[in-house]
Structure formats: structure tokens, C-alpha cells
Nanobody
């Protein structure tokens, strides 16, 4: 399974970006999909996660500014980021809990390579 993220870049404070991440490969179904971020010298932290049923959870620092959504038919997760702040600058990584076979209920976690978001004037 491969996850490929798109949409990062340089944006001014107060601006917006939309990230997308598409999963491909041997996939029967995907449970949760999420976005994490990691700034230099810091640990990777959860930004937002969404279940297959559409339930969401956000880090307190992004509530009200970021919105996570997904297209189950396309195995794709999105992150709409508004009112961006310099402290949002980080590498953004998507992940997915994948079920490979209908007869196997185990979930495997995969990560994308990440896309850089830089918020600066």
C-alpha cells in the first residue's frame, strides 16, 4: 500500500492550503485516515483523524481552523487548513489503517512520505 500526499507549500499567515492523500495498492477497506505533523526537532503529533463513518477528532491547536474529510470511493483523505499560523509550519504526514482481505480483520498502518507546509510572510 502506498500513500501519496499533495498540496503543501509556502503560504502567508492567515492563508489557506488544502492537502490531499491518496492510498493505493492491496486494499479491501480503510478504517481511519489521519494527518500528523512534525516540526524540526519535535515529535510527530496528531493533527486530525477521520473514521470510515465520518467521525472526526482534532488537535486543540487546529480546532475551528482545519477540516478533515475523506472520499471512501477514492481512498483519499483531505485536510483543509484555514487561518494558517507560523506555528503550523511542519512536515505533514498522512496515515491509513488498512484491511487487506475480507477474511482477515487485522488492520495495518501505513504512512505517506509527507508534504512540507511553511507559513511565513
Amino acid at each position: 500500500v502506498q500513500l501519496q500526499a499533495f498540496g503543501g507549500g509556502l503560504v502567508q499567515p492567515g492563508g489557506s492550503l488544502r492537502l490531499s492523500c491518496a492510498a493505493s495498492g492491496s486494499i479491501f477497506s480503510i478504517n481511519s485516515m489521519g494527518w500528523y505533523r512534525q516540526a524540526p526537532g519535535k515529535q510527530r503529533d496528531l493533527v486530525a483523524v477521520i473514521t470510515s463513518g465520518g467521525s472526526t477528532n482534532y488537535a486543540d491547536s487546529v480546532k475551528g481552523r482545519f477540516n478533515i474529510s475523506r472520499d471512501n470511493a477514492k481512498n483519499t483523505v483531505y485536510l483543509q487548513m484555514n487561518s494558517l499560523k507560523p506555528e503550523d509550519t511542519a512536515g505533514y504526514y498522512c496515515n491509513a489503517e488498512v484491511r487487506h482481505l475480507s477474511a482477515d480483520r487485522r488492520l495495518y498502518v501505513y504512512w505517506g512520505r509527507g508534504t512540507q507546509v511553511t507559513v511565513s510572510s
